[in-house]
């Protein structure tokens, strides 16, 4: 069983960019990011499969975010570009052996986002 810390959450002015990170100590097989804001719901951010053509973007952050990974340092990044206040949550790197399945996966701790106007 993988375990997940992210990193490289802050505070950050809207328009402005941020990277995440997440470095795995086990194996992944679907790995990417959710997110959520202070009383919502967990929201898909990001995901990366078996493959470059799998890379799924969620509505709200296609063609501002873009997943990256580095095999030899066991880690996904999240690179997160034009930040808006609404991009504001607690983003978690996930990883799951069923793609239709992210919430029975393993979470990690979180890193907090905060855009400010």
């Known amino acids: 069983q993988a375990q997940l810390v992210e990193s490289g959450g802050g505070s950050v002015q809207a328009g402005d960019s941020l990277t995440l990170s997440c470095v795995a100590s086990g194996q992944t097989y679907y790995w990417g990011w959710w997110r959520q804001a202070a009383g919502k719901e967990r929201e898909f951010v990001a995901a990366l499969g078996r493959n470059v053509a799998s890379t799924h973007y969620g509505f709200s952050v296609e063609g501002r975010f873009t997943l990256s990974r580095d095999d030899a340092k066991n880690t996904l990044y999240l690179q997160m570009n034009s930040l808006k206040p609404e991009d504001t949550a607690v983003y978690y790197c996930?990883?799951?052996?069923?793609?239709?399945?992210?919430?029975?996966?393993?979470w990690g701790q979180g890193t907090q986002v905060t855009v400010s106007s």
């Open positions: 996930v990883t799951t052996r069923d793609n239709h399945n992210w919430q029975g996966g393993t």
